[in-house]
């Protein structure tokens, strides 16, 4: 079975530009995370998409965007970019709910991104 | 607001040796607790759980305990082996939040 893959692997942008970064799920799951990763604050949440809705959103401003398409595959958006962007996109799939070890999610590789 | 810390950003242990890593949560809702592992240009591959109504779960040479009134867990590596070097993160669960809540990570490297 495949695993999570994300596309592009690196990036790299200037401040004001916007970015879309893709993440195909592993197949059967239908939850999509995706995670920021920066070295002073870990692994931090944006949103999940279930079902082609958000179902979850974390603290990030409304320049984070995403969206989830009816094969489960999964986009990110940021726009107007600025330098404390740049950090390590992660996607991570489910096949539904994280239901106390019942399912887990599995992390792509993520898509590096550099924002000059 | 660090609702799970990890408070040691790097620990050298010597292979053949135990490893433990610690993670303190602050959030008493969370009800699941993961340990994730993480080389280089991968992502995070999950290694080990366990659930807020055990303090102990097992599987080969790890182990995760749960101390629930301290709000803390630790994982535990033995032995310690070369390839256990990476970046471990700690993550927490409320059942129903669908989010992992993760610690900063902690960097392990094993000395041979």
């Known amino acids: 079975k495949a695993g999570v893959t994300q596309t592009p692997r690196y990036l790299i942008k200037t401040r004001g530009q916007q970015v879309t970064l893709s993440c195909s799920p592993i197949?059967?799951?239908?939850?999509v995370s995706w995670y920021q990763q920066t070295p002073g604050q870990g692994l931090q949440f944006l949103f999940e998409y279930f079902s082609e809705t958000q179902r979850n959103k974390g603290n990030f401003p409304g320049r984070f965007s995403g969206r989830q398409f009816s094969n489960s595959r999964s986009e990110m958006n940021v726009s107007t970019l600025e330098l404390g962007d740049s950090a390590l996109y992660l996607c991570?799939?489910?096949?539904?709910?994280?239901?106390?070890?019942?399912?887990?999610?599995?992390f792509g590789p993520g898509t590096r991104l550099t924002v000059l | 607001d660090q609702q799970v810390k990890q408070n040691s950003p790097s620990l050298s242990v010597q292979e053949g040796r135990i490893s433990i890593l610690n993670c303190d949560y602050t959030?008493?809702?969370?009800?699941?607790f993961l340990w994730y592992k993480k080389y280089p240009a991968e992502g995070p591959t999950f290694l080990i759980s366990i659930s807020s109504i055990k303090d102990k779960n097992e599987d080969g040479r790890f182990t995760v305990f749960l101390n629930k009134s301290a709000k803390h867990l630790s994982l535990h590596i033995v032995p310690s082996q070369p390839g256990d070097s990476a970046v471990y993160f700690c993550a927490a669960l409320r059942s129903g939040a669908q989010k992992l809540v993760f610690g900063q990570g902690t960097r392990l490297t094993i000395n041979p």
């Open positions: 991570a799939s489910s096949y539904d709910k994280l239901a106390g070890g019942k399912d887990t999610q599995y």
């Open positions: 959030n008493s809702m969370f009800d699941y």
């Open positions: 197949s059967g799951h239908r939850s």
